[in-house]
């Protein structure tokens, strides 16, 4: 489902919710896919398949990227990220052999995409090494506040769901070299700017992810209509998706015809811009926490109860983002909670693929330090840059140079890894002097920019403008150097929603104006265009920006400031609920009971009705039986509604021909046969050549050409 708007919603369409389901629920049998490959493949290479048939299976363009790795003789490319290649190189556990219920770990493999790499290059000076520590950093920063969020929540079904959580297993940084108009190398479909959120999830989902729980996709693509992400949405039982699903062949009809293509459905992708302007680090957290709900197994919250709005605001999985500020707006409602319980106890049961594994604690190379690690640059050589960490499998030149040498340790004789921090040097291994003065972040509305002190590889914390400075354009105010404050503190006042039940017939555009009240009175709510004048704002006063919230969250703010409510089900499904819900169906069965003579006197009168439209509807179809007059034209019957009725109950017409009036006489040509009907038609008003001479060519050979242009044009 589609996460959209600044804080918009999760816009989802009825057609990309058409397209998904129909995906999800045409999934191929496994074995069936599998006896049809061995039909088509030799013994050797059949051997090969029962070799390694739940190893992950890399696209052509990965395995090209892996043909350089140093692999084991009897390793192939695609045991890399594997568990048992992970075991096998990997640092000893402290753990034993841990109990089937410790397994509560979700891995993530995530991707970003170049756009977001020129985003980012540009805010850091293109500098390279500077814009991946940023992405990983960011990266680091949304795993961690989904785990806080999930980790709290006690998905409580039929068995208990505690402590979930996710780690980061690879990461896959694309820069936009690929994206340049002289690049000569593999291409990356993801340079392509002008891409819909649908078709950039199907994009994702082609490639083989069934090694990890989830895999998702960071970009910087301003999607139409607010859309901040997408994702598969997990059904407890019968439709493929969402988390543990294996990569898959399904079908879906293109242009009229049926294509099988193989997907992974356990992804997502979310987006940093909307609206042209850089989500909020909060929103977006949320949003990727509300994108993997959907992974887990639910829905956008319904009904009401689940979405209560108010000063508490809403949660989670409601289908508008929300702002964050809100002590709702990081948890799971009961219905979400509900829906995520089914999956996972469907899980539980066996009913659907289980890929949860034992937490490791920090997992070596996937380039994120976390606790019990020095530094983390990477899985191997190829992946690891830095000359001051060795990378998880450590080659064999460095395993002689020091047999003690380690994965996620740094080298000998070294301060720091560049891995740790923007402040640490990689050519020196050692800290980046303050003498330098070099600036490791960059001024923000709410921050000043901050420089190395040499005492840290960590970037010094930015020291915070003062409290109450304007920012987000003039909307909002800046509380402990973060852009979080409503600007009507400015007037100590309280931000306040203009509520289209509380103000009959408000106009949209209005519910998109920043309001103030006192305190917590709601009736003292007013615009901040009815009190600009006295507060030196612009005349119209503030406006909401594309995508912030309206009408008391039940809807966000469109490009034209007006208030689009949110629509969690979606028309169709709004309408489907309308005409088939129970107390609609109890109210149509009492009618038919009270009034069944009524039924069945309608029934009957439908009947006539049907066999009076066939009949009319008959003389106007063509067919190719020569024995029958030719069609008449509706207009035909529109100007002449009594040649239609006489050829309704002469079919066969005996010389009635469409449009002329029959005459008494003998008749004038053959009743039946080629041609019939068609005398009368065709025939000139002046005088004519006997019929025998006209038609002779039809009696005497009907296969003949001239006969056929007979048929087709008049004479």
């Known amino acids: 489902h589609k996460r959209s708007g600044h804080v918009g919603g999760c816009g989802i369409t009825d057609s990309v919710s058409q397209w998904m389901e129909q995906i999800q629920n045409s999934a191929l049998d496994e ?145 936009d070299t690929p994206c340049k108009p002289n690049y000569q190398g593999e291409p ?82 979310i987006t940093f811009v909307n609206y042209n302007s850089r989500v909020p680090p909060k929103v977006s957290q949320l949003t990727l926490a509300h994108e993997i709900g959907h992974n887990f197994g639910s829905p956008h919250d319904y009904p009401a109860d689940c979405r209560p709005g108010g000063l508490n605001g809403n949660y989670i999985m409601f289908a508008s983002a929300t702002s964050g500020d809100r002590p709702n707006n990081s948890k799971f409602s009961s219905c979400s909670v509900g829906n995520i319980s089914n999956v ?53 030149l460095e395993s002689i140079k020091n047999d003690s040498a380690k994965g996620c340790q740094r080298k000998a004789r070294t301060q720091c890894s560049p891995s740790q921090g923007p402040c640490c040097s990689s050519e020196t291994c050692r800290f980046v002097p303050a003498s330098h003065n070099v600036r490791c972040k960059s001024e923000s509305d709410c921050a000043w920019s901050s420089t190395c002190d040499g005492r840290s590889p960590e970037c010094p914390p930015a020291p915070p403008k003062e409290n109450k400075t304007r920012c987000n354009e003039g909307t909002q105010l800046c509380i402990n150097g973060e852009c979080t404050g409503s600007i009507c503190l400015e007037w100590n006042l309280q931000e306040c929603f203009l509520t289209s039940h509380l103000i009959q017939n408000i106009d949209k555009r209005r519910l998109c104006e920043l309001a103030c009240q006192n305190g917590t009175d709601p009736e003292s709510c007013r615009s901040t265009s009815e009190f600009a004048h006295l507060v030196g704002l612009p005349p119209g006063g503030i406006s909401l920006r594309p995508g912030s919230p309206c009408d008391n969250f039940q809807g966000y703010c469109d490009v034209f400031f007006k208030c689009r409510a949110v629509d969690a089900e979606g028309p169709l499904a709004r309408l489907k609920n309308m005409l088939f819900n129970r107390e609609t169906l109890n109210t149509v069965a009492q009618w038919v009971q009270e009034y069944w003579w009524a039924c069945m006197l309608m029934g009957i009168l439908f009947i006539i009705f049907m066999g009076i439209f066939i009949k009319c509807c008959a003389v106007h179809t063509p067919s190719s039986n020569p024995k029958k007059p030719p069609a008449r034209r509706f207009s035909e019957t529109l100007r002449r509604p009594i040649n239609t009725l006489r050829r309704m109950r002469h079919p066969h017409g005996q010389g009635h021909g469409a449009g002329v009036p029959s005459r008494p006489g003998p008749s004038r040509g053959p009743a039946h046969g080629y041609g019939e009907g068609r005398g009368q038609y065709y025939a000139p008003k002046a005088s004519a050549p006997p019929r025998p001479e006209l038609y002779a060519s039809a009696y005497t050979d009907r296969m003949d050409r001239n006969a056929f242009h007979m048929r087709q044009h008049k004479v």
Not at 376 to 383: F, Q, T
């Open 344 to 396: 996972l106890d469907a899980i539980e049961d066996k009913k659907k693929r289980n890929c949860f594994e034992v937490s490791e604690g920090a997992f070596c190379g996937n380039k994120i330090v976390e606790a019990g690690e020095e530094c983390d640059c990477g899985y191997d050589d190829d992946e690891c840059t830095d000359k001051c960490c060795y990378p998880r499998v450590v080659g064999e």
């Open 188 to 269: 990356n479909p993801f340079c392509m700017e002008n891409i819909d959120v649908s078709n950039f999830l199907n994009l994702h989902s082609l490639g083989n992810h069934e090694d990890f729980c989830l895999a998702y996709v960071f970009t910087y693509r301003d999607f139409t209509g607010g859309t901040l992400g997408l994702a598969w949405v997990a059904s407890a039982s019968g439709a493929s998706g969402g988390i543990c699903e294996k990569y898959k062949t399904y079908t879906e009809t293109v242009g009229g015809m049926y294509q099988s293509t193989k997907r992974s459905l356990n992804t997502g992708i």
């Open 31 to 175: 074995e069936e896919v599998d006896s049809k490959q061995i039909k088509d493949t030799d013994d050797s290479s059949r051997h090969k398949t029962k070799k390694l048939p739940k190893k992950y299976r890399p696209s052509e363009k990965e395995e090209k990227r892996w043909k350089s790795h140093n692999v084991e003789e009897n390793e192939t490319p695609y045991d890399k990220y594997s568990r048992e290649a992970n075991t096998r190189s990997g640092r000893s556990k402290r753990a034993t052999r841990p109990k089937e219920e410790n397994k509560n770990t979700c891995s993530l493999f995530i991707e970003t995409d170049p756009l977001i790499w020129r985003h980012i290059t540009e805010q850091v000076g293109f500098d390279p090494e500077k814009t991946r520590e940023e992405i990983l950093s960011l990266i680091a920063h949304h795993v961690t506040a989904v785990n806080y969020i999930y980790r709290d929540t006690k998905f409580d079904g039929r068995v208990e769901h505690r402590n979930i959580k996710f780690e980061v297993q690879r990461i896959k940084i694309d820069d």
